[in-house]
């Protein structure tokens, strides 16, 4: 736990070339589409990760893998795990490793559980938080529409199952949407959290094709404005991804739509596109463009903007709530 994280040195050039598989492209910002169809775009340099280990990063692992738990960090290719992991943070991915849905962004494996649960889940997890000392936790799960409440009983279980065995840890639920019935929303809002996080992911006019078609762009704005209404003492969190092809009028948009949804906290960060079956990459966000992002949430009145490269939905979460974040990140 006390081993410091390393936050790379970026630096952006104005019309800096960068060469694609397929040519040549010369931008201002960020990397455009510069290629052939078919074909992906070359990662920029600031899109390299240290790899991290290390005796912190070998006792999560070993902590989630003995106690049979998921994480989002291995199940969807997260590029942070290596550091986050070895920071002595993980997050929890319940109610097991395949999602009903089949969003083109997510590299989560896609199926039917039929009915699935693990029982021991609950206790798993709660001993988990307990070995890992963890004092902030993100559990966050798949989409389980083959179950009659979309598990949020069983996900409601597991958060006061860790609030018992941990009680001054604080816990943020990345939910899926429970296909919009708010009355599952409310069990898992009842169930003592913090933070209660459900991803729109991309602007209005990109949500079809990239997320599956049971999830919508109203649906999470009205799943999170409920949450606030419901529960004013908990915290509402969402994250889009950006260089799937949106405007800055939609970015500007979208933070609108959010804002009236009275969302506290929103996070911005580059798709990366798991493999060549799932959503092309349509540009390269610079990190300069990620720290004006930030600066207009901020001005659009967000308690908190966490924008950058490699920022995913749970990173940082902790920070998040002390005011300690790093506007550019790499």
């Given at each position: 736990?006390?081993?410091?994280?390393?936050?790379?040195?970026?630096?952006?050039?104005?019309?800096?070339?960068?060469?694609?598989?397929?040519?040549?492209?010369?931008?201002?910002?960020?990397?455009?589409?510069?290629?052939?169809?078919?074909?992906?775009?070359?990662?920029?340099?600031?899109?390299?990760?240290?790899?991290?280990?290390?005796?912190?990063?070998?006792?999560?692992?070993?902590?989630?893998?003995?106690?049979?738990?998921?994480?989002?960090?291995?199940?969807?290719?997260?590029?942070?795990?290596?550091?986050?992991?070895?920071?002595?943070?993980?997050?929890?991915?319940?109610?097991?490793?395949?999602?009903?849905?089949?969003?083109?962004?997510?590299?989560?494996?896609?199926?039917?559980?039929?009915?699935?649960?693990?029982?021991?889940?609950?206790?798993?997890?709660?001993?988990?938080?307990?070995?890992?000392?963890?004092?902030?936790?993100?559990?966050?799960?798949?989409?389980?529409?083959?179950?009659?409440?979309?598990?949020?009983?069983?996900?409601?279980?597991?958060?006061?199952?860790?609030?018992?065995?941990?009680?001054?840890?604080?816990?943020?639920?990345?939910?899926?949407?429970?296909?919009?019935?708010?009355?599952?929303?409310?069990?898992?809002?009842?169930?003592?959290?913090?933070?209660?996080?459900?991803?729109?992911?991309?602007?209005?006019?990109?949500?079809?094709?990239?997320?599956?078609?049971?999830?919508?762009?109203?649906?999470?704005?009205?799943?999170?404005?409920?949450?606030?209404?419901?529960?004013?003492?908990?915290?509402?969190?969402?994250?889009?991804?950006?260089?799937?092809?949106?405007?800055?009028?939609e970015i500007l948009e979208a933070m609108d739509d959010l804002r009236r949804a009275q969302v506290d906290i929103l996070t911005l960060g580059?798709?990366?596109?798991?493999?060549?079956?799932?959503?092309?990459?349509?540009?390269?966000?610079?990190?300069?463009?990620?720290?004006?992002?930030?600066?207009?949430?901020?001005?659009?009145?967000?308690?908190?903007?966490?924008?950058?490269?490699?920022?995913?939905?749970?990173?940082?979460?902790?920070?998040?709530?002390?005011?300690?974040?790093?506007?550019?990140?790499?």
């Open positions: 736990m006390s081993e410091p994280k390393l936050i790379p040195v970026v630096q952006v050039r104005s019309g800096e070339k960068f060469v694609t598989d397929r040519g040549v492209t010369a931008i201002k910002d960020g990397i455009k589409q510069g290629r052939e169809a078919g074909s992906r775009l070359a990662k920029p340099d600031w899109l390299r990760i240290r790899a991290r280990g290390g005796a912190t990063y070998e006792k999560v692992r070993d902590i989630v893998h003995e106690h049979r738990l998921a994480t989002v960090c291995e199940e969807a290719k997260c590029p942070n795990m290596s550091e986050c992991w070895s920071a002595g943070t993980a997050t929890i991915m319940l109610m097991g490793d395949v999602c009903t849905r089949a969003c083109r962004f997510c590299a989560v494996n896609t199926g039917n559980p039929r009915g699935w649960l693990d029982p021991q889940e609950p206790d798993n997890t709660a001993e988990s938080v307990a070995l890992m000392g963890l004092k902030y936790v993100v559990l966050t799960s798949v989409n389980r529409d083959d179950l009659p409440d979309g598990g949020a009983g069983h996900y409601a279980d597991c958060v006061r199952r860790v609030k018992e065995r941990n009680p001054e840890t604080a816990v943020e639920a990345l939910t899926p949407d429970f296909l919009g019935v708010l009355a599952d929303v409310e069990t898992v809002l009842d169930s003592g959290i913090e933070v209660f996080a459900q991803n729109v992911e991309t602007v209005r006019r990109l949500t079809h094709p990239v997320r599956d078609p049971r999830a919508g762009y109203e649906q999470t704005l009205a799943v999170l404005a409920h949450a606030k209404g419901y529960r004013p003492d908990v915290l509402t969190k969402t994250s889009l991804m950006l260089g799937l092809g949106e405007s800055d009028e580059q798709y990366l596109q798991p493999t060549a079956h799932h959503y092309p990459i349509d540009r390269y966000v610079s990190p300069r463009e990620f720290e004006r992002y930030r600066e207009w949430g901020l001005e659009k009145g967000f308690m908190e903007v966490v924008s950058g490269v490699f920022v995913r939905s749970s990173y940082r979460a902790e920070q998040v709530l002390q005011k300690n974040n790093v506007g550019l990140q790499s």
